[in-house]
């Protein structure tokens, strides 16, 4: 079969990363006889340098011909100063508004191999997982093209006062809430609403939409956590969650602390998907949006250190659930697996005391290259 892809590689380290990313699809494409088609498009801040314009209108409209958008990282401090609406962020919203991709699956789980990244310790982590074992595995699932990023916004007339607003409808939390279900069905199914119910109107209509809504999903725990009680939940016993469906604040600032327990940004991929009934979606799979969630990390551009599994782990992604490709998904996944369990790691996940000889550290390039020898091996092998 052959797939388009909307290719961002953006700012920063976004070139870096997305560079292993798109071989290794390739390889994989070689090997199962699909065809990648990358159609590469400029936004954030490379767009407003040639364009003046963070998220030109042609860009979004090839977007949407296509049958995903895998992205880099869109940002850095060049371009901070300018007023916000022509701030790179913008490129970022409006994507994801513009290809209507709703939910946003940000999974954080402790590797064994980079357990020792965690900054939590083992008695804390076996606390509160449901076999006693000192890890965690769960998956935030943010709204992302509503609520409080999206709300009227503006300024009294003195430029004295500002407000944001959440607005949510019925229907936005339904079906976000929906997407965090059927990942909890074929997880531990176990959904937690997160809120802030005891003070926001918006959060009392999640409660109200999760009540109906998860009386189809009768197999499937539900249960309702207020926002600041989860963030320390979080770090004091993480084993306790599985799915935790959110608002868009919430869910931004909820992946960011879980990130933290997984040792490094560096290793996390995210999705972000629409409906598989929209107009936009291709062939029966929703549109989805891919990238890795570290950004652009300025401060190490250019210089071969950043790691690129989180980008190669975000194509994963896009096979799964864009494509509906599981097993080309899983070699992807087992090959980032097998290269750390052989003990290579960028600079970012090694660990600072480890015996000799049981870690390599390795650049962009050298990594990308391992995951791809690997994924040849396998395949050579199978
Ligand atoms: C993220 C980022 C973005 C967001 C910023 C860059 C607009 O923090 O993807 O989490 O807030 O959504
Ligand atoms: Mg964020």
């Not at 300025?298 to 896009?318: F, Q, R, V, Y």
């Amino acid at each position: 079969m052959n797939y388009s892809i909307a290719l961002v590689p953006g700012d920063g380290i976004g070139p870096e990363v997305i560079a292993p990313a798109t071989e290794i699809l390739d390889a994989v494409g070689d090997t199962y006889d699909h065809v990648f088609h990358y159609v590469e498009l400029e936004a954030g801040g490379k767009a407003i340098d040639s364009t003046g314009e963070p998220l030109p209108q042609e860009t979004l409209e090839a977007a949407k011909q296509c049958d995903a958008l895998l992205l880099g990282a869109l940002g850095g401090p060049q371009w901070e100063t300018l007023p916000g609406h022509l701030r790179p962020e913008r490129a970022l919203l409006g994507l994801r508004s513009g290809l209507g991709v709703f939910a946003n699956l940000r999974p954080a789980a402790l590797l064994p191999q980079l357990k020792d990244a965690c900054p939590l310790k083992d008695a804390v982590l076996a606390a509160s997982h449901p076999e006693g074992k000192p890890t965690f595995d769960l998956l935030i699932v943010r709204e992302l093209t509503g609520g409080l990023y999206f709300g009227t916004r503006g300024r009294s007339t003195d430029g004295k006062a500002a407000f944001d607003t959440e607005t949510y409808s019925w229907a936005e939390i339904e079906r976000v809430l929906r997407a965090g279900y059927a990942a909890a069905a074929v997880r531990r199914k176990k959904l937690c609403v997160v809120d802030k119910a005891n003070v926001l109107e918006s959060s009392r209509l999640w409660r109200e939409v999760a009540a109906v809504v998860s009386k189809d999903y009768p197999d499937i725990e539900t249960r309702y956590l207020y926002v600041d009680n989860c963030a320390m939940q979080l770090i004091r016993a993480p084993g306790q969650f599985d799915v935790i469906v959110t608002s868009n604040l919430f869910g931004d600032i909820l992946s960011d602390e879980a990130s933290v327990l997984t040792g490094s940004i560096g290793m996390l991929p995210s999705a972000s998907l629409g409906s598989p009934d929209d107009p936009l979606a291709k062939k029966g799979h929703p549109m989805g949006m891919y990238e890795p969630i570290h950004g652009s990390a300025p401060d190490i551009a250019g210089k071969d250190i950043a790691n690129p599994l989180a980008a190669i782990l975000s194509t994963a992604m896009m096979l799964r659930y864009s494509f509906g490709l599981e097993q080309e998904a899983r070699r992807i996944e087992s090959a980032v697996n097998a290269v750390l369990d052989s003990g290579l790691r960028t600079q970012d996940i090694a660990r600072r005391n480890s015996t000799p000889g049981t870690e390599k550290i390795l650049g962009t390039k050298d990594m990308g290259e391992a995951v791809l020898k690997q994924i040849i091996g396998d395949m050579n092998n199978a």
